[in-house]
T-cell receptor, first 113, second 114 residues
């Protein structure tokens, strides 16, 4: 069964610094990978998704992620953090032969002024 | 654009009580699912459905029932609530499509069982 692991339950960066949130996946078939963001007391909002069209995926709010098959990774990055980026971020995986979407444990991003 | 609508937003139950969490979507999505979110555990899949009349179990189905009589609605039933079911519950829907399989989420139901 497919799964994802998010390294680091809590990441803290200064405003303007690089944001790097790590996600590694496990899947025996080509995966579809997603990053979602959750602001306090809200539902999940899609940031970006990988669907095999391109390995570097650009999303909303200046975020991007790169699919690296050799490393089974799909890390999320943003060159310069903004205070409004403070939220919880979830990596998720779905495979084409199984519509289940499985989530990582989440990474809470704190942005310091 | 309503998207995925969950009701209620908040609920407090006593141990042993039953209740139904409602979920409706207006996007004509075939696939619907229920997750629970607990601190440090991400979202865990409870039950899912690939279409009206078809449901299946996810990772943590015990204590929950579902049915899918229409494309739009996918209620989650707790037959006898337990404190371990205190959680935030999310309903999601998506189209069954290899190229566009993102899920759309409701705003969540925060359930406390005392």
């Amino acid at each position: 069964a497919q799964s994802v692991t998010q390294l680091g339950s809590h990441v803290s960066v200064s405003e303007g610094a690089l944001v790097l949130l790590r996600c590694n996946y496990s899947s025996s078939v080509p995966p579809y990978l997603f990053w979602y963001v959750q602001y306090p007391n809200q539902g999940l909002q899609l940031l970006l998704k990988y669907t095999s069209a391109a390995t570097l995926v650009k999303g909303i709010n200046g975020f991007e992620a790169e699919f690296k098959k050799s490393e089974t990774s799909f890390h999320l990055t943003k060159p310069s953090a903004h205070m409004s980026d403070a939220a919880e971020y979830f990596c998720a995986v779905r495979t084409y032969n199984n519509n289940d979407m499985r989530f990582g444990a989440g990474t809470r991003l704190t942005v310091k002024p | 654009n309503a998207g995925v609508t969950q009701t209620p937003k908040f609920q407090v139950l006593k141990t042993g009580q039953s209740m139904t969490l409602q979920c409706a979507q207006d996007m004509n999505h075939e696939y619907m699912s229920w997750y629970r979110q607990d601190p440090g555990m991400g979202l865990r899949l409870i039950h899912y459905s690939v279409g009206a009349g078809i449901t299946d179990q996810g990772e943590v189905p015990n204590g929950y029932n579902v049915s899918r009589s229409t494309t739009e609605d996918f209620p989650l039933r707790l037959l006898s609530a337990a404190p371990s079911q205190t959680s935030v519950y999310f309903c999601a829907s998506s189209k069954i499509d290899r190229l566009n399989t993102e899920a759309f989420f409701g705003q969540g139901t925060r359930l406390t069982v005392v």
